[in-house]
């Protein structure tokens, strides 16, 4: 094509347009039927230096996030400065990586796509476009000229690379390290407790890298309770002390497992503890019984655990039999112990004459893959996939298993029809 085939028009800025003559010459050159095109014809234009459009990020959205837009919910962006900023909607937490894209991507406003570039009135989607057909085939005898349209649309910005979501588990580890710093161990402590490090509802919520629905699960896990407007854990011994007094007016009342009375428990505890922390501690521990209106039931996981926890202490080892009995002998009766209730909190050991049980508590281990499962198999040579699965569940995803973990950084055996994992090294 001759340069001088094309007229330069510019407009006010001094910039290239192009013209319906130019469309035409460049259809002509390129040896295509004008019949066989829509009306339409749309030029575009590279963006130019007064256009800002830095804040603007190419999102990739899977058919959860699709559909909170659509529902008109919020998608909120959370990281600290040494975090991976993560996606979070109402219900669902996503990891954000950048990701390149091989092909340059144009974002131009209000650009058409094929069958609105025809002027001919189209059809339902759910048949045949054949008014577009006939626009694209038909030929100049059979229906009228119509006059081309050129549409001038200036592109926003290029993409060479777009955020990736992938979903993740809520990242509660920071909710623990966190309140562990203001924990509540009775009235009398609280002037020791640093006032700047205290955390209100709203500022955990925004501070923790998971959804408002997955925050509440996580005030339950950590065992989480409000005090004079701050959100607060409790020491051991002191949350222990607390529950123990609870579940003890069972047998002082005569009291039905299930049908706990919540006032008269928090009354009876009235100068002991202050009443915040009895009322969110009985929420914790305790759920409405079924068909009996006004009673409780108490959880009996949490109580037991919270019982274990008291006897297992770190460094301490047990012989299973007397851990067991230690353990029965110290919940109420009615309450029964059991060895998947020691999930993540102890570790039952098989290596040797003895069984014994011994304290490794998940939430305090190392946050690395490799330094926890270098002291995971310091601490106990051969792991079950069902007793090493509580302390790998951290590293998970919703598309990779504890399984798939094990095969990449451990080593596997079979003993007596039982797969084992162990070291790699």
Request: hydrophobic share 35%; glycine share 4%.
């Amino acid at each position: 094509m001759e340069e001088s085939d094309i007229k330069v028009e510019e407009n006010d800025t001094g910039l290239y347009v192009r013209t319906l003559e130019d469309v035409k010459l460049i259809t002509k050159h390129a040896k295509l039927d004008e019949r066989s095109l829509t009306q339409v014809t749309q030029a575009l234009y590279y963006p130019s230096a007064d256009i800002l459009a830095d804040n603007i990020k190419l999102l990739e959205l899977d058919e959860h996030l699709l559909q909170e837009i659509r529902l008109g919910h919020k998608l909120k962006f959370k990281g600290g400065l040494n975090e991976d900023v993560v996606l979070c909607t109402e219900e669902k937490t996503y990891d954000i990586k950048g990701a390149e894209i091989s092909n340059s991507l144009l974002l131009v406003p209000d650009l058409k796509f094929a069958a609105a570039t025809s002027t001919c009135p189209l059809k339902s989607p759910r048949t045949r476009n054949v008014s577009l057909e006939r626009s694209l085939n038909s030929s100049t005898e059979d229906e009228p000229t119509i006059e081309r349209v050129l549409e001038q649309h200036k592109i926003l910005r290029i993409f060479h690379e777009y955020l990736e979501c992938r979903e993740i588990h809520p990242r509660f580890r920071k909710m623990g390290e966190l309140l562990q710093l203001t924990r509540f161990s009775g009235p009398e402590n609280e002037e020791y407790i640093e006032q700047k490090l205290l955390f209100s509802y709203e500022q955990l919520l925004d501070t923790i890298q998971c959804s408002e629905k997955q925050f509440t699960e996580g005030l339950r896990i950590y065992r989480v309770v409000e005090y004079n407007g701050y959100m607060r854990v409790l020491e051991c011994d002191y949350e222990f002390r607390i529950v123990n007094l609870m579940v003890n007016l069972i047998e002082e009342n005569s009291w039905s497992l299930d049908e706990i009375e919540r006032d008269e428990t928090i009354e009876a505890l009235n100068g002991i503890a202050p009443r915040q922390i009895v009322e969110g501690l009985f929420n914790l521990y305790t759920t409405p019984t079924t068909d009996k209106p006004g009673k409780y039931t108490y959880i009996e996981e949490l109580v037991a655990r919270i019982v274990a926890q008291n006897i297992l202490r770190p460094g301490l080892k047990f012989r299973l039999e007397e851990f067991l009995s230690a353990w029965q002998e110290a919940l109420p009766d009615g309450i029964k112990c059991d060895k998947k209730y020691l999930r993540a909190l102890g570790i039952i050991c098989r290596e040797g004459v003895t069984t014994s049980v011994r304290s490794l508590v998940e939430e305090i281990l190392p946050t690395n893959i490799h330094d926890r499962l270098k002291i995971l198999f310091k601490t106990k040579t051969k792991w079950t996939l069902d007793e090493i699965e509580p302390y790998m569940e951290f590293f998970t995803t919703p598309t990779l298993t504890v399984t798939t973990l094990l095969a990449k950084y451990a080593r596997s055996l079979m003993e007596k029809g039982i797969r084992h994992y162990v070291s790699k090294h």
